[in-house]
């Protein structure tokens, strides 16, 4: 294998941290050349960086040594994942029966995990009872009873409630979860929040230990978050008055942003520590409160700049005056570009060095016209059948929203750590698709 060099002018932040590129003006990730790895594990495929998604996780440990981190497995889960975000000493965010189960089995300790979900069904609570989950969030009055009824005799489960603090933040409407009038938390002005609480105080096979809030996803400033505190120091104040208690812990959420292209802002953990908790001692302070215990749930900030997505390029076109590139893979690989909008940064990987000088539209070959993952991005003239183009920022709801849209099979997942690469996750075959259909 070539060895890597650092080249001053990029990868840039957009890259996990060990990217290079190589003499040969091929990209390596982790020490090993992304063209090898389509070559060996095929395209299209999801490389992650072993050693970025430890450093990131180290990030938020590091900023909030006195808080719960927890990974918020939504965005990629694996069991190698859970194993790395588990000896890194985070916490994991889960939000179904089944990332529960795989935590489980990748022997994740029950009680550093919190349980979500705006609707979750009798299977997700009695295995989060079975497996013995450290939180469960409540986010509707109906299922406080509901989960206090399976909670055997003289335990008590630890539960949050989820409240809406009415704040907008996010990067699209489809992901702001802290405005009213969605479908997730209970409301502090409406009421419906102060309303659960005591719902939750009335049950004495649950133990309420404080509130949560989760603002949205793809947020890059610390300042939603500080609304976030200046609204429910306040209603904890409330709550203390109306019931004579005061709680010991405040989960404030994830949905912290990364850059999908050069120039993008992404959220500072150190910044946020500062600013969050300074906010939040002087807000209760004045109100007599004891400062409770910090969560946090980045998801998307862990492991999304620690993936790169590969792709083989199968046909070049000019139609209409526009030039597309069109792949092996796409809308069911990556969904994003068509369901928010999101630009990404697309280079090749054996030629990283060619300068991309000409617009062109990278496509997939799904059959319609939406699926596009990237607009008008730079590439060089040259691209033609058979290169690999690179997207990097590809590792946090790409695996976890893939779909088998056309039944061309979920890409596989490699591992790279050190110059060496592993297969984690096998590609999807035919087979697998077409094996949960009965006889006829
Ligand atoms: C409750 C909760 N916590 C954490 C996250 C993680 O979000 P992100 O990946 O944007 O950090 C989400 C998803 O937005 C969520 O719903
Ligand atoms: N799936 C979204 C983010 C939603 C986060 C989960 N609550 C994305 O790809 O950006």
């Given at each position: 294998m070539?060895?890597?060099?650092?080249d001053?002018?990029?990868?840039g932040p957009v890259?996990?941290?060990?990217?290079?590129?190589?003499?040969?003006?091929?990209?390596?990730?982790?020490?090993?050349?992304?063209a090898?790895?389509?070559?060996?594990?095929?395209?299209?495929?999801?490389?992650?960086?072993?050693?970025?998604?430890?450093?990131?996780?180290?990030?938020?440990r590091a900023?909030?040594?006195?808080?719960?981190?927890?990974?918020a497995?939504?965005?990629?889960l694996t069991?190698?994942?859970?194993r790395w975000?588990?000896?890194?000493?985070l916490?994991?965010?889960?939000?179904?029966?089944?990332?529960?189960?795989?935590?489980?089995?990748?022997?994740?300790?029950g009680?550093?995990?919190?349980?979500h979900?705006?609707?979750?069904?009798p299977?997700?609570?009695?295995t989060?009872?079975?497996?013995?989950?450290?939180?469960?969030?409540?986010?509707?009055?109906?299922?406080?009873?509901?989960?206090?009824?399976?909670?055997p005799?003289g335990?008590?489960?630890?539960?949050?409630?989820?409240?809406v603090p009415?704040?907008?933040a996010g990067?699209?409407?489809?992901?702001?979860?802290?405005?009213?009038?969605?479908?997730?938390?209970?409301?502090v002005?409406?009421?419906?929040?102060?309303?659960?609480?005591?719902?939750?105080?009335?049950q004495?096979?649950?133990?309420?230990?404080?509130?949560?809030?989760h603002?949205?996803?793809?947020?890059?400033?610390v300042?939603?978050?500080?609304?976030?505190?200046?609204?429910?120091?306040?209603f904890?104040s409330?709550?203390?008055?109306?019931?004579?208690?005061?709680?010991?812990?405040?989960?404030?959420?994830?949905?912290?942003?990364?850059?999908?292209?050069?120039?993008?802002?992404t959220?500072?953990?150190a910044?946020?520590?500062?600013?969050?908790?300074?906010?939040?001692?002087?807000?209760?302070?004045?109100?007599?409160?004891?400062?409770?215990?910090?969560?946090?749930?980045?998801?998307?900030?862990i492991?999304?700049?620690?993936?790169?997505?590969?792709?083989?390029?199968?046909?070049?076109?000019?139609?209409?005056?526009?030039t597309?590139?069109?792949?092996?893979?796409?809308?069911?690989?990556?969904?994003?570009?068509?369901?928010?909008?999101?630009?990404?940064?697309?280079?090749?990987a054996g030629?990283?060095?060619?300068?991309?000088d000409r617009?062109?539209?990278?496509?997939?070959?799904?059959?319609?016209?939406?699926d596009?993952?990237?607009?008008?991005v730079?590439?060089?003239g040259?691209?033609?059948?058979?290169?690999?183009?690179?997207?990097?920022a590809?590792g946090?709801?790409?695996l976890?929203?893939?779909?088998?849209?056309?039944?061309?099979?979920?890409?596989?997942?490699?591992?790279?750590?050190?110059g060496?690469a592993?297969?984690?996750?096998?590609?999807?075959?035919p087979a697998?698709?077409?094996?949960?259909?009965?006889?006829?």
């Open positions: 070539e060895s890597a060099r650092a001053s002018a990029w990868p890259w996990p941290a060990s990217a290079r590129v190589l003499p040969s003006g091929g990209l390596a990730v982790g020490g090993v050349p992304l090898e790895l389509a070559d060996r594990f095929g395209t299209p495929s999801y490389v992650v960086d072993e050693d970025e998604v430890r450093a990131r996780a180290r990030a938020w900023a909030l040594p006195d808080a719960d981190v927890a990974y497995g939504k965005a990629f069991r190698a994942m859970v975000v588990e000896e890194e000493g916490h994991l965010d889960v939000c179904s029966a089944g990332e529960l189960e795989l935590a489980a089995h990748a022997g994740f300790p009680e550093r995990v919190v349980l979900g705006n609707a979750k069904s299977d997700d609570l009695r989060a009872l079975r497996l013995g989950v450290g939180r469960v969030v409540l986010d509707n009055t109906g299922e406080v009873a509901r989960l206090a009824a399976l909670v005799p335990a008590r489960q630890k539960v949050l409630v989820r409240v009415g704040i907008e990067a699209h409407a489809a992901v702001r979860t802290g405005v009213e009038g969605q479908k997730f938390g209970l409301s002005d409406g009421g419906e929040a102060a309303d659960a609480v005591a719902r939750v105080l009335g004495p096979r649950l133990e309420l230990v404080g509130l949560h809030c603002l949205g996803s793809q947020i890059t400033s300042d939603p978050y500080l609304a976030a505190v200046r609204k429910l120091v306040p904890l409330t709550l203390r008055d109306v019931h004579g208690v005061t709680f010991p812990e405040l989960d404030l959420g994830g949905g912290f942003g990364i850059p999908y292209r050069d120039g993008e802002p959220l500072d953990p910044e946020y520590a500062a600013r969050v908790r300074a906010e939040l001692a002087l807000r209760c302070a004045h109100v007599d409160l004891p400062v409770p215990r910090l969560a946090v749930e980045p998801g998307r900030w492991a999304g700049p620690a993936g790169v997505a590969l792709y083989r390029v199968l046909a070049v076109k000019v139609s209409g005056g526009r597309f590139v069109a792949v092996d893979g796409g809308m069911s690989d990556n969904p994003r570009p068509a369901l928010y909008g999101v630009r990404y940064t697309v280079r090749l030629r990283a060095g060619a300068a991309p617009p062109m539209t990278v496509v997939g070959r799904h059959c319609e016209a939406g596009v993952l990237a607009e008008d730079p590439l060089p040259d691209v033609r059948p058979g290169d690999v183009l690179a997207v990097p590809s946090a709801y790409h976890s929203m893939a779909s088998s849209y056309n039944l061309v099979g979920r890409p596989p997942v490699a591992a790279v750590t050190g060496r592993r297969l984690l996750v096998r590609r999807e075959t697998d698709l077409w094996s949960r259909e009965l006889p006829d």
